[in-house]
Nanobody, 125 residues
């Protein structure tokens, strides 16, 4: 499975961006999928997860501002980011795995097998 992330860029605080992650080699909807991010000097952290088997899941820091979705026809997942803040600045990674992840583990880096290359989001104040 290969994942190609895109859509990052520079935006002012309060602005919006939509990230995309195109998958090849497997139908994306057959497994759980997620977005993570990594700021400079920090560990990779969970942002949002989507599953065909349960409800979407969000980190508290992005709840109400970010939305994860997928277009099965395009085999692509998205992360709509609204009301961006400087603390959202990071490299954003998409991830997936074959099959279902136990809900309690969906926010863990080690739960995912396949990763995109990352796309940089910079939010200026």
């Amino acid at each position: 499975v290969q994942l190609q992330a895109s859509g990052g860029g520079l935006v002012q605080a309060g602005g919006s961006l939509r990230l995309a992650c195109a998958a090849s080699g497997r139908t994306l909807s057959r497994g759980d999928m997620a977005w993570f991010r990594q700021a400079p000097g920090k560990e990779r952290e969970f942002v949002a997860a989507k599953s065909a088997f349960s409800t979407n899941m969000y980190a508290d820091s992005v709840k109400g501002r970010f939305t994860i979705s997928a277009d099965n026809g395009k085999n692509t997942m998205y992360l709509q980011m609204n009301n961006l803040k400087p603390e959202d600045t990071a490299v954003y990674y998409c991830a997936t795995r074959d099959g279902r992840i136990i809900p309690a583990f969906r926010n863990r880096v080690e739960s995912y097998e396949y990763w995109g290359q990352g796309t940089l989001v910079t939010v200026s104040s």
